[in-house]
Structures are given as C-alpha cells and as structure tokens.
C-alpha cells in the first residue's frame, strides 16, 4: 500500500510499521543468537561472514560483502578479526594483486560443523512452510527496496 491508499490510515501507529516489525525482529534475532554465538567467541557480522565462507571458500573481499552486504570499510574489520582467531587467512590474489582472497582456515572449517548449535529454526515457532514463505517474503522486500533506491540514481 502507498502512503495516499486510502486503506493506509494517516496515523500508524508505530507497531504497524513494516519496516519497524522488519526492524524490531532483527533485534530479536540478535538478542536469540547472543549467547549461542558468544560459546563460540563470534559476533553475529563474524558469523554471517563465516556461513558465507563455509557456503563458498576462497572469495575476494568484494564478492563476499556483496553476499553480505556489508562495505569493504566494514568487513575488513571483521575479517581482520577472523584472521586473529585464526578462522580465516587474507591474502592478495596473485593474478590481481589489487584484490584480496578470503579463504577459510582448518579451524574455520571446523568451526562450520558446529553451526547446528546455532539454529534457530525451533525458536521462531514457525513450521517449515511459514520458514520458507517468511523469508521468501522478506528477501522480495528487500530486493524491491534496493531495486527502488537504483532506479532513484
């Protein structure tokens, strides 16, 4: 609905705000994953960054903050992190020195087989279906608004 739809009332209230519901459950993943991540020493960003890597190992840093996306100004951080754990080495790619490859370590790889500690599937109370429909949903969505923000270029 737009803004002048007539079924959209002039005065939502803030719970009826999408991008608010959007918003607020990301906080409520953040707040489930905590201390599921904190065993394991990763904050939700090194996570994700992970689950990317194990999906696809040996990825330039551009490649993997399009997957993630995340600035390179912000996954170096993150990366650098990973590299001091030991989960994951830098190293210029020698066909083009001007791009850095990402590639997992042994204990990175290792830390991938433990990612079922880390599920939250049970915790959302949601059947498989709803799972899928949901996120289906709510990747069209963000897809739209990215869409929408290009086309304003």
């Given at each position: 609905m737009k803004p002048t739809d007539p079924?959209?009332?002039?005065?939502?209230?803030?719970?009826?705000?999408?991008?608010?519901?959007v918003y607020s459950t990301n906080l409520a993943f953040g707040k489930a994953y905590k201390p599921k991540l904190e065993r394991l020493g990763l904050t939700y960003t090194q996570y994700i960054t992970l689950v990317a890597l194990w999906e696809q190992d040996d990825q330039t840093v551009g490649s993997l903050?399009?997957?993630?996306?995340?600035?390179?100004?912000?996954?170096?951080p993150i990366l650098k992190k990973l590299e001091g754990m030991g989960?994951?080495?830098?190293?210029?790619?020698?066909?083009?020195?001007?791009?850095?490859?990402?590639?997992l370590t042994p204990e990175g790889r290792q830390l991938g087989g433990e990612r079922s500690d880390v599920d939250l599937f049970e915790a959302t109370g949601l059947t498989a279906q709803e799972f899928s429909q949901i996120q289906g949903a709510v990747v069209k969505l963000r897809d739209n608004l990215i869409r929408s923000l290009k086309d304003r270029e």
């Open positions: 079924a959209m009332p002039a005065d939502l209230k803030l719970s009826e705000f999408l991008c608010f519901a903050g399009e997957k993630l996306f995340l600035e390179s100004n912000t996954l170096t989960y994951v080495q830098r190293q210029r790619d020698p066909e083009d020195e001007r791009q850095v490859r990402i590639r």
